[in-house]
C-alpha cells in the first residue's frame, strides 16, 4: 500500500524508492514519518538502484558523497553545505594485533569526522531529508555526540537547531553541544526519557517543523551508517572483511553496517563471502548482550550505568535486529565491564596511538575479550570500529594518565626524580 502525498513531486531522494516496514513489509511513499501504520514496526528506506562502478566511486570527492548513489540524497548533494564527513582512516593495527594474537586487524577511527564521532555521517543523510521536508529546526536526543554533530550540522546549513540531552552527561560534549549556535536543552532524566520526551514534542504544534534527526528522521538518518560498511570494504581494496567488531547503543549502526555490505554483494560490488558481526556494550548497559547469551528474541530494558554514556541506551530500538544479525552471520553480542573499558582505550593508545572515547574502549575490549575465548578468529581478518574522540571522555582515564612527576626545571631535579 502507498499512502497518497500532496508534496511528493518537489521530493529529491536520489535512489531512495519508497519506505517500507521492517517487520510487514508495508511500503509507504517517502515521508517524515518512522512508524508502520499496520504494525507499528520501524520504517526503513527502500532503492532502485542504478548502475554503479568502482570507478565511478572512487573518482568521487573524499567523503560519503562518493557513494550518494547508494543514499537517499539528492545527486546535487556535494554542492550543498554540509559538513562532508566520512572517509576515515581504516589504519592496519600491527601492534595491537600482535599483543592481542591475531593475524590481521584494522581499526576503522571515526574519531576523525568533523565533529570528532561517527554521528556527522547519519546527521549529514538526515539533514538532507530535513531540507526535503522543509523543516527549519534540526533536533534530536542525544547520548552527547549526535547533539555536537546535529548542532554543527544546523549550523553550517543555515537551519536553526535545538537539541535535548539527558543532564549528567561529559562537560566536552555539553560544551560541543552547545557551542554552535543552536539551543541545547539538558534534561533531568535518562536517555530513554530524553527520547521519550521527544516523541512527545513531534505530536505538539511545539515540534511541528522540526526535523528530530533520530526519530521522526530515523529512517534516513540510520542509512548514514551504511558509508562505515562502503568505506571498510572499498578501502580494504574492494573486499569484505572476515569479521568486525560494531558498537551497540541503539543497534542502528550495527543493522545498517550489515545492510551496506548485502547491498555491495548484490550490486557485484564486492566479492560475495560469509562475514561474521560482533556487537559490544559496556556490562553496565547490556540488554543487548544479556538477550544474546541469555538465547531470547527480546530485549529486556535496563536502566544504564556505565562511563560508556554514548552507548548508555536502556531500550534499544535495534536490539531484536542486532540479535538477529549476530546470530545469522555466526557472530556474537559481548559486553566489558567499565575497567576493562578504561584498559582498553590505554591499550589502544598504547599501541595504536589512536586515543578512543569510552565506547572505542567497548569495542577494543569486547575484541580483547572475543580473542581470549576464542570467538573471534586469530587467523580472519579482522576490522574493529573507534566511533569517537578520547578528548570527549577524559575523565575516564584522567586519573590514571598523570605526569610521572612534577619537578624544578633543572637537570638535577630531573636527575634525582628518575635516579633509578
Ligand atoms: C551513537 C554512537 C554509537 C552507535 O549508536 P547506535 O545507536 O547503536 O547506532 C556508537 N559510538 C558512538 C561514539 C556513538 O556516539
Ligand atoms: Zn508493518
Known amino acids: 500500500m502507498a499512502l497518497a502525498s500532496t508534496a511528493n513531486s518537489a521530493l529529491d531522494f536520489g535512489p531512495a524508492s519508497a519506505l517500507s516496514c521492517r517487520e510487514c513489509g508495508t511500503r509507504y511513499d517517502l515521508g517524515p514519518i518512522f512508524a508502520c ?17 568502482r570507478e565511478e566511486i572512487a573518482a568521487g570527492p573524499t567523503n560519503i558523497w562518493r557513494y550518494s548513489k547508494l543514499l537517499p540524497v539528492p545527486g546535487n548533494v556535494e554542492t550543498r553545505p554540509n559538513l562532508q564527513p566520512g572517509w576515515t582512516k581504516l589504519v592496519k593495527a600491527d601492534n595491537l594485533a600482535g599483543e592481542l594474537g591475531l593475524r590481521s586487524l584494522y581499526i576503522k577511527d571515526d574519531s576523525g569526522n568533523p565533529t570528532h564521532s561517527f554521528k556527522d555521517r547519519v546527521v549529514a543523510i538526515a539533514l538532507e531529508a530535513a ?7 534540526l533536533s534530536c536526543s542525544s547520548t552527547g555526540n549526535l547533539a555536537g554533530a546535529v548542532g554543527a550540522a544546523a549550523a553550517r546549513a543555515g537551519l536553526d537547531s535545538c537539541v535535548f540531552i539527558p543532564s549528567n552527561l561529559e562537560e566536552a560534549k555539553i560544551t560541543m553541544a552547545s557551542v554552535y549556535g543552536g539551543r541545547l536543552v539538558a534534561i533531568d532524566g535518562t536517555y530513554d526519557e ?25 529512517p534516513y538518518y540510520a542509512e548514514g551508517s551504511k558509508t562505515l560498511a562502503y568505506e571498510i570494504a572499498e578501502q580494504l581494496g574492494w573486499r569484505i572483511p572476515d569479521q568486525i567488531v560494531i558498537p551497540v547503543a541503539s543497534g542502528s549502526q550495527l543493522t545498517k553496517i550489515d545492510k551496506g555490505f548485502r547491498e555491495l554483494i548484490k550490486l557485484g560490488l564486492v566479492e560475495d563471502k560469509p562475514y561474521k558481526i560482533f556487537g559490544a556494550q559496556a556490562e553496565g548497559c547490556s540488554p543487548v548482550s544479556s538477550a544474546y547469551k541469555a538465547g531470547h528474541d527480546v530485549v529486556q530494558p535496563v536502566k544504564p550505568d556505565t562511563i560508556a554514556k554514548s552507548l548508555a541506551i536502556g531500550n534499544p530500538a535495534d536490539g531484536p535486529y542486532v540479535l538477529d544479525i549476530a546470530r545469522r552471520t555466526g557472530g556474537a553480542v559481548e559486553d566489558v565491564n567499565d575497567r576493562e573499558v578504561v584498559d582498553a582505550i590505554r591499550l589502544l593508545a598504547r599501541t595504536e596511538g589512536i586515543f578512543a572515547e569510552t565506547a572505542g574502549g567497548v569495542t577494543v575490549g569486547v575484541l580483547r575479550k572475543l580473542t581470549e575465548s576464542g ?31 612534577v619537578i624544578r626545571p633543572s637537570l638535577a631535579a630531573f636527575r634525582t626524580a628518575f635516579a633509578n
Open 194 to 218: 530524553v527520547n521519550r520526551f521527544c516523541s512527545e514534542l513531534i505530536g505538539d504544534e511545539l515540534g511541528e517543523k522540526w526535523g528530530f534527526v533520530n526519530v521522526n528522521l530515523r
Open 131 to 137: 531540507r526535503n521536508f522543509g523543516f527549519h529546526t
Open 37 to 53: 501504520i499496520e504494525c507499528f514496526g520501524p520504517l526503513e528506506v527502500a532503492y532502485d538502484f542504478g548502475p554503479v562502478t
Open 375 to 405: 570467538a573471534l578468529d586469530p587467523e580472519a581478518e579482522t576490522v574493529v570500529l573507534n566511533t569517537g574522540d578520547g578528548l570527549k571522555t577524559l575523565d575516564a582515564v584522567a586519573a590514571e594518565a598523570r605526569p610521572a612527576a
